[in-house]
């Protein structure tokens, strides 16, 4: 049997490799996408106090601390058994939109316009962001300016971009001052005509990408997210839903601190990424997808004018049954930033926002939470146990990249063995692989933690190059 391997996968969050094993006859028979690296935050983080998490779990990745930071917090909240003032709850809605859209615009203006904008064969040299600058100025100048828009309402709100420490168990550190308020209201328009300018960019181009929508991640499987009372997209608040492949409901209405009646965590020998599944239906068959695709398959509505408006247009892509598509998490992305853009109108109009009461004291009341937000990738769930002091004895924590591995390992299967000639390889043919990666915008920092039976091995080295010792798990 032979081995292919792309290592690095290039222009993702974190490293990986793929590998293709092709048979004797030349077909791939096989595809892993393979993640190396460990974090371990679920074992460093036990024996820390509670009200430390949402900092600490923060510094567990650079492009989506707010999204742990807001997980954490709504875990601790939990341990506190409190109700957060209302006021509060929308800021946090509001730093989320802000990191949903900064990371959106990295993914789609920076990681992936290269494919889309320069094409799967174009030089690998340039096929990359300042390839994309020097052939439409204006669309890099667009992307740099969304990204910016969303680094600033986060640090607008929580004092800096990276790492903030603003929301924490039972709130928020502080109010919200009015003259960040009218500066995120005045950019908002701006904002507002860039992304809507560049949907209709986008659905202008469809059909010059119908042949990766038809063999990247394009299969039958289940799609899970957070959903509003009124079946509406939601990121903070609302409760989990599984819908199959059809669009029906097969779980509804699920609370998040009932995770675990659905949500199994399996793991591999040949990767530090876990493979979350759906319960009912086994490991590996209860593969589901979770991200901008999946919420807004799971939802009826956005709720908002614009956004509501895009939505209709993407869901005549499957006749009004879920897209399934991975290749559309492109224009889902898009149509989630519109969203946000005009949810974070409607918050910051009304002036309850500047309300000075964001934060309630308590001691632990209870000693577990469960926290779950929905991160620019996907469901992202925080589940602390602590002890009568505070300390946490357990810790686990389910990243939207996990979510996903199985159906990104299903879609990297399906691209190899629709584009990969194993015995006359080239470039572009590995690059269409790696781009189906890039449609699920995986962030590997985040998802890599240990569950305790995944394999670990140290071994001490001599100088000489001998193994003098090792110890394996």
Known sequence: ??????????????????????????????????????????????????????????????????????????????????????????????LNFGQLIQSHALSFFYLSAPDLLLGMDHPVATRNFFGVAEKDPQFARDGIELRKFGQQVIERLAGRRIHPTWAVPGGVRSPLEHSARDAILSDLPAMQTLVRNHLQRFRDSLSRYQEYADNFGSFPSLFLSLVGDQDQLEHYHGNLRFIDAHGTTIINDLSPANYQEYIGEAVEPWTYLKFPYYLPQGYPDGMYRVGPLARLNVSRCCGTRHADSELNLFKQLAAGKPVLNSFHAHYARLIEVLYALEM??????????????????????????????????????????????????RANLIIATGHNNLAMNKAILQAARRYIVSNRLEEGMLNRVEAVIRTFDPCLSCSTHAVGSMPFVIELIAPDGQCIDRIRR
């Open 1 to 94: 049997m032979q081995q292919i391997t792309i290592a690095p996968v290039t222009r993702i969050e974190g490293h990986a490799c793929i590998r293709l094993f092709v048979d004797d006859n030349g077909g791939v028979c096989d595809a892993r996408f393979q993640v190396t690296q460990i974090r371990g935050f679920e074992r460093f983080i036990t024996g820390r106090p509670f009200f430390e998490m949402p900092s600490l779990t923060a510094r567990i990745c650079g492009i989506c601390p707010v999204s742990h930071q807001l997980a954490s917090a709504k875990a601790c909240d939990q341990l506190l058994a409190v109700t957060i003032p209302a006021t509060a709850a929308r800021l946090r809605a509001i």
């Open 344 to 393: 974070m109108e409607q918050l910051l109009a009304d002036s309850s926002i500047l309300d000075p009461h964001v934060r309630a004291v308590a001691g632990v009341n209870q000693f577990e939470g469960i926290g779950a937000i929905e991160a620019p990738r996907g469901t992202l769930i925080h589940h602390y146990r602590v002890d009568a002091d505070g300390l946490i004895v």
